[in-house]
């Protein structure tokens, strides 16, 4: 039997709340491309993403989240989410790191991602950037209640192809309110099946992940940490959005 999806409306109170979050979320996003540079850790980033969630009365959504260990997920390179911030990834010219942080605040959730480059990076690894975040974009567009949200995903498709560039289909966006993974789950692609149909008050993560070469991947032994089979570069960048009759709000913004 068809598992049944359960997509719940948010309350006004609960958006205020989101929104809240978000902003917090916002924060150590901008924060972590201002220090984000050639030599410091991946652990020193997770240090400041905690304080910085903390200071604003917040709690880190993804530390403990079955089993992670950390505050943000830190993918470098060829990782493509999940990544675990540790002592020993120091951070060099070219690189480029994948920061996804989740922020809970008064019981409620705002999740974001962006990649952000290490020193100098090549034209085209920049450019896988550019599109992967331009994909966000394209499927925020389409979030508006009375659309399917196969257009939601079929929009990052679109744009992954005009480029040439591998889809990750294992992983992909989601409902988020007082969990952090609630219905529905968000396709990076085009799926066969239509619906659900968006509606005014649902709130959704939508994170487009982008491969210079494959989009297969697989996990490392330590469970978390998601790779491209072949080793080439990955970019990920996420908004939670609240879907209204009219343009979409983004949610993980600074307030
Ligand atoms: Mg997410």
């Not at 995903?153 to 989601?174: L, M, N, P, T």
């Not at 491209?228 to 939670?240: I, L, Q, V």
């Amino acid at each position: 039997m068809k598992k049944k999806i359960m997509i719940t409306k948010k309350s006004k109170h609960e958006i205020k709340l989101m929104a809240a979050a978000g902003s917090i979320v916002a924060e150590v996003l901008e924060v972590m491309r201002d220090v984000v540079k050639p030599g410091i850790t991946t652990l020193e980033l997770d240090t400041i993403a905690e304080r910085i969630i903390k200071e604003n009365k917040a709690i880190p959504a993804f530390k403990g989240y079955r089993g992670f260990p950390a505050t943000i997920c830190a993918s470098v390179n060829e990782q493509v989410v999940h990544g675990i911030p540790n002592e020993h990834t120091v951070l060099k010219n070219g690189d480029v790191l994948s920061v996804d942080v989740g922020v809970v605040y008064r019981g409620l959730i705002g999740d974001a991602a962006i990649t952000i480059p290490v020193g100098d990076i090549s034209a085209e690894v920049s450019k896988l950037l550019e599109e992967t975040n331009a994909a966000l974009y394209d499927a925020i567009e389409k979030a508006v209640a009375g659309n399917d949200l196969r257009e939601v995903s079929g929009a990052i498709e679109d744009r992954a192809k005009k480029f040439g560039y591998g889809i990750v289909k294992q992983y992909g966006g989601h409902g988020v309110g007082r969990s952090l993974h609630e219905d529905p789950f968000i396709f990076n692609y085009r799926t066969e099946a239509p619906g659900p149909i968006l509606k005014s008050g649902y709130v959704i993560a939508i994170e487009p992940m982008f491969n210079l070469g494959t989009g297969d991947v697989h996990e490392l032994d330590d469970s978390w940490t998601v790779v491209t089979n072949d080793n080439k570069y990955s970019a990920h960048f996420e908004h939670t959005i609240l879907i209204t009759d009219d343009k979409p709000e983004i949610l993980t913004i600074k307030s």
